[in-house]
Antibody, heavy 128, light 106 residues
Framework: QVQLVESGGGVVQPGTSLRLSCAAS????????MHWVRQAPGKGLEWVAL????????YYSDSVKGRFTISRDNSRSTVYLQMNSLRGDDTALYFC?????????????????????WGQGTMVTVSS | DIQMTQSPSSLSASVGDRVTVTCRAS??????LNWYQQKPGKAPKLLIY???NLQSGVPSRFSGSGSGTDFTLTISSLQPEDFASYYC?????????FGQGTKLEI
């Protein structure tokens, strides 16, 4: 069946790095955009990053731009989130999510995305 | 960034009630608005996409409407399994943004 499984979370100190992975199965991975979405404990959802089906379009939220890098390996059906210079406010449950589209992108933005399949999440705690 | 404001933040209701949640965007987003349901300890679930399209497998008691800046999610007859948090999300422009959520309680 269609499934996303995240891994790589843990407890780390401020200023350090972590790489999350999300392994996909049950669908043609290289046809769809992929996202990372996070949720701080007891808080709402925050979109983090998008990578299009072929990796040609990448966008980040302002809060992680310059520190996080999203990438994908279509041969392994896996999307990654490299997180550097971690801060306390990065503490959250990180979900990867599938986009039912490529998505559609213009020069300045992508649009029309939704998150139709989600993983179970992997917890990242940044604390000294 | 486009700000999404949901109301109410919380709502008490009973089984069988008709419930409406509102989402307002800080600028026009056409119909690029999605709704999600999240239960405690679980990943969110897509309910409605493009403002009014029911995701496959979602019960027909859920419906969405609106365009431009104002949108609504309606549950026509609440069932026990509908007590959860609901989020709207705009996909008009990256950075995509969510509303702050509406917690639906008994």
């Amino acid at each position: 069946q269609v499934q996303l499984v995240e891994s790589g979370g843990g407890v780390v100190q401020p200023g350090t790095s972590l790489r999350l992975s999300c392994a996909a199965s049950g669908f043609t991975f290289n046809h769809f955009g992929m996202h990372w979405v996070r949720q701080a404990p007891g808080k709402g959802l925050e979109w983090v990053a998008l990578i299009s089906y072929d990796g040609s379009n990448i966008y980040y939220s302002d809060s992680v731009k310059g520190r996080f890098t999203i990438s994908r390996d279509n041969s392994r059906s896996t999307v990654y989130l490299q997180m550097n210079s971690l801060r306390g406010d990065d503490t959250a449950l990180y979900f990867c999510a599938k986009d039912p589209t490529g998505p559609r992108c213009s020069t300045y933005s992508c649009y029309g995305s939704a998150f139709d399949i989600w993983g179970q999440g992997t917890m990242v705690t940044v604390s000294s | 960034d486009i700000q999404m404001t949901q109301s109410p933040s919380s709502l008490s209701a009973s089984v069988g009630d008709r419930v409406t949640v509102t989402c307002r965007a800080s600028q026009t987003i056409s119909s690029y608005l999605n709704w999600y349901q999240q239960k405690p300890g679980k990943a969110p679930k897509l309910l409605i996409y493009a403002a009014s399209n029911l995701q496959s497998g979602v019960p027909s008691r859920f419906s969405g409407s609106g365009s431009g800046t104002d949108f609504t999610l309606t549950i026509s007859s609440l069932q026990p399994e509908d007590f959860a948090s609901y989020y709207c999300q705009q996909s008009y422009l990256t950075v995509y943004t969510f509303g702050q959520g509406t917690k639906l309680e008994i």
